[in-house]
């Protein structure tokens, strides 16, 4: 007797090797729905952006491909979850359903109600961990708190250990002899008014291109990565981010190879260290949301809801243009446009500037990162604008404002970073590039820039901005305001 038919729902973990879910759907079930539903009215405000739609478009395609070579292929369908979930069982007579689960709090309790559906349904499902280290809401202080500091979190963490990747996908998943119909994957795209132009030739979207990725970075990133990733005009890090967030590779293997790598090499030790710590602060930033379920809009320092951000319409769309006349932050935010990516180290000076410069509120930035990044990550996202502004957690301090030029020379020394985004001060020399306000007019003018025209001047003065802001935070701080 054939056992009956199973539905393998996948989520954020768009893979096919080390899937814990997949590989015990095959080994439950003779035949295997695999299905994707497309919803983002479920998810609230915090809809797939632009960006995001993009790139899931890509991936989905490419684990459609991973799965028809395994003999299966993917099935699309739109939301609400729950009908389309109920509708593909009903059609293929589908007696359970596996899911990874989901951590950001809507989603999470979201799941609740179509688990809850489904199992009045008479169908059985079964929920694995797919998208982390840890759970979110395993690891507390002593006291049994969430931890709100990184490093006591991460020696917590490390503590317990990791557990190991549940290892390489099924060869073979015995699909139905006629897939049940399928939506168009470009539907999911089709609603996306902004482009990432660079999209395809900067990533290659998928399981394969992730570990294409880990491939390299373990040969040629690892090494130099403790010392080089806070350089923005080098390729110093993994670039990880958007394969993490659509979960084409498991984090679980990658600490794993990175690990492994050290071991092989010790001189990759430090690197593989340094590595392996971002990768928790992705665990804590789910920690923190998971326990602090009102951060994603609200700050998680209850002080800060009477922080009196500006209203600056010019200011917010200059930031969002790349014409603030700030050469780095400028650069940053054409190299988001371009690639639907950032490094780090530049969106926290974006990030600073749009927060304390302007004074703009950080989920304004946290919105515009969101349509904008590839990677854009509820939990991730909200931890970066929340510590920029220092309204979250192990916050920056209040009095660090980050300053645009000096911290541009000091990570992009020679300027090639600014020149690959800012392509109009490519012949500004080095000791110009990042203040081209103050290069003498020929300079300027051998250059070819022309202040106000080619490029803009300054839109806000950073030595008064930020004195403005830290007078406003020193009165937040001891409650005069
Ligand atoms: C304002 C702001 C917004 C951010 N928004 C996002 C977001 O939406 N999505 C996102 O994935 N990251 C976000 N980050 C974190 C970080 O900038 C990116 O994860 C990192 O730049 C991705 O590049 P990488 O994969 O080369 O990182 P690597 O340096 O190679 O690090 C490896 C992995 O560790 C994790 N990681 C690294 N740094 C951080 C960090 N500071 N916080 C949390 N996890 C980290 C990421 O998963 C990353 O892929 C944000 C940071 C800031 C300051």
């Given at each position: ?43 609230g405000p915090w809809a797939p952006g632009d960006a ?121 998943i015995p699909g139905p002899l006629r897939l049940p ?301």
């Amino acid at each position: 007797m054939p056992r009956p038919v199973a539905i393998m729902w996948f989520r954020t973990d768009l893979r096919i090797d080390d899937n814990p879910a997949l590989r015990a759907a095959v080994e439950s079930s003779d035949e295997i729905i695999c299905a994707y539903v497309f919803a983002p009215e479920d998810e609230g405000p915090w809809a797939p952006g632009d960006a995001s739609r993009r790139w899931l478009a890509r991936s989905l395609s490419a684990l459609d491909a991973g799965l028809r070579e395994r003999g299966s292929g993917l099935v699309l369908r739109s939301g609400p979850t729950v009908d389309a979930l109920r509708e593909l069982s009903a059609e293929t007579g589908a007696r359970s359903v596996f899911m990874g689960r989901r951590y950001e709090p809507l989603a999470a309790r979201h799941d609740e109600r179509v688990i809850g559906a489904l199992r009045e349904d008479g169908i059985a499902v079964r929920v694995f961990e797919t998208a982390l280290l840890h759970d979110p809401g395993s690891l507390l202080t002593g006291s049994g708190t969430p931890y709100k500091v990184f490093t006591p979190f991460f020696r917590a963490a490390e503590r317990i250990g990791t557990p190991g990747p549940s290892g390489p996908g099924p060869r073979r998943i015995p699909g139905p002899l006629r897939l049940p119909r399928s939506e168009p994957i470009e539907a999911v795209e089709r609603r996306a008014r902004t482009a990432v132009p660079g999209l395809d030739a900067s990533w290659s979207p998928g399981e394969r291109g992730a570990k294409e990725r880990l491939h390299a970075f373990l040969g040629s990133g690892l090494g130099t990565y403790a010392g080089e990733r806070d350089r923005p005009d080098l390729e110093s890090t993994s670039r990880f981010s958007p394969h993490l967030a659509f979960g084409e590779i498991d984090v679980r293997a990658v600490l794993a190879a990175a690990r492994e790598a050290a071991e092989a090499d010790e001189r990759l030790t430090r690197g593989a260290d340094a590595f392996i710590r971002q990768l928790y602060w992705r665990e804590f930033a789910y920690h923190l949301l998971h326990h602090f379920p009102h951060t994603a809009e609200r700050p998680l320092r209850a002080r800060f809801e009477i922080f009196p951000w500006s209203r600056d319409d010019a200011g917010l769309a200059a930031w969002q243009r790349a014409e603030t006349g700030y050469p780095v932050i400028d650069a940053g935010m054409r190299e988001l446009a371009e690639t639907g990516w950032m490094h780090n180290r530049v969106r926290l000076l974006v990030a600073s500037f749009l927060t304390k410069d302007l004074l703009l509120p950080w989920l304004e930035g946290a919105r515009w990162f969101w349509t904008s990044l590839v990677d854009a990550d509820l939990a991730d996202n909200t931890l970066g604008w929340q510590w920029v502004a220092g309204c979250g957690a192990d916050a920056a301090p209040y009095f660090r404002v980050f300053n645009p030029v000096t911290q541009g020379e000091r990570y992009d020394p020679d300027g090639a970073y600014v020149r690959r985004w800012l392509p109009e001060l490519e012949r500004l020399p080095a000791r110009w590039v990042h203040r081209p306000w103050e290069a003498p007019a020929d300079t300027l003018r051998a250059a070819g820039v022309r202040l106000g025209s080619t490029y803009p001047r300054p839109i806000v003065d950073h030595a008064e901005a930020r004195k403005r802001a830290i007078a406003l935070y020193d009165a937040l701080r001891s409650g005069e305001e």
